[in-house]
């Protein structure tokens, strides 16, 4: 089964804008973390935040907890095409088998030149 | 950059034939996850091994799936026989340990059609 849902599922926007993608969860989390996924191909990771973070940055990235709401965000700025690709967000239960992660459905991202 | 090495990388088979999925993890890695992918779908793992030892395997339809990580190195999945519902995109990944804050590092899949 899959905990996280991503939303929106799709979204197109022209380079040079922001990209914000949420995720929601249902239960308690260690940890929360972000792939990206170019078509047909295998996962990346991109940055993973704690559950006792709040706000967490990697060059173009920022990604947000908010584990009151059991909800994260993940914005990319200044989008490139390159940036074109499916994201999925994934997380590490507490008290679920250690290192397991269940990922959501992903929200594809595709970049306009 | 050392990577997770996959072969094959696509197959096409008839139901009810066997098939099998390699997967060699980065050098040093200790854990492996054997994921399946269904188009639109995030992936689901199916099986996780730390060493040779199998940690995890309560989403692994057993009556047709086993996986092997026989040296605690490189892994072997197979589908015996394959559905047509078993269509899909196998994805291996591998870990330092299974500490939850480690990334998984995952390989370029296999992408399986059942006809």
């Known amino acids: 089964s899959q905990q996280g849902e991503e939303d929106p599922q799709a979204l197109s926007i022209q380079e040079g804008e922001n990209a914000t993608m949420n995720c929601s969860y249902k239960t308690s989390i260690n940890n929360l973390q972000w792939y990206r996924q170019n078509s047909g191909r295998g996962l990346v990771h991109l940055i993973l935040i704690r559950s006792n973070e709040r706000e967490k940055h990697s060059g173009r990235l920022r990604v947000t907890l908010d584990t009151s709401k059991k909800s994260s965000s993940l914005l990319i700025t200044a989008s490139r095409a390159a940036d074109t690709a499916s994201y999925f967000c994934?997380?590490?239960?507490?008290?679920?088998?250690?290192?397991?992660?269940?990922f959501g459905k992903g929200t594809k991202l595709s970049v306009k030149p | 950059e050392a990577e997770v090495a996959q072969s094959p990388r696509y197959k096409i088979t008839e139901k009810s034939q066997a098939v099998a999925f390699w997967c060699d993890p980065i050098?040093?890695?200790?854990?492996l996850y054997w994921y399946r992918q269904i188009l639109g779908q995030g992936p689901e793992l199916l099986v996780q091994?730390?060493?040779?030892?199998?940690?995890?395997d309560s989403q692994l339809p057993k009556d047709r799936f086993s996986a092997e990580r026989l040296k605690g190195v490189d892994s072997t999945l197979k589908i015996q026989p394959a559905e047509l519902g078993d269509s899909a995109m196998y994805l291996c990944a591998s870990s330092r340990t299974r500490v939850s804050y480690n990334e998984q590092f995952f390989g370029p899949g296999t992408r399986l059609t059942v006809l």
């Open positions: 091994f730390q060493d040779e030892s199998v940690v995890d």
């Open positions: 050098s040093g890695h200790a854990t």
């Open positions: 994934a997380t590490d239960l507490r008290g679920g088998s250690q290192g397991n992660l269940i």
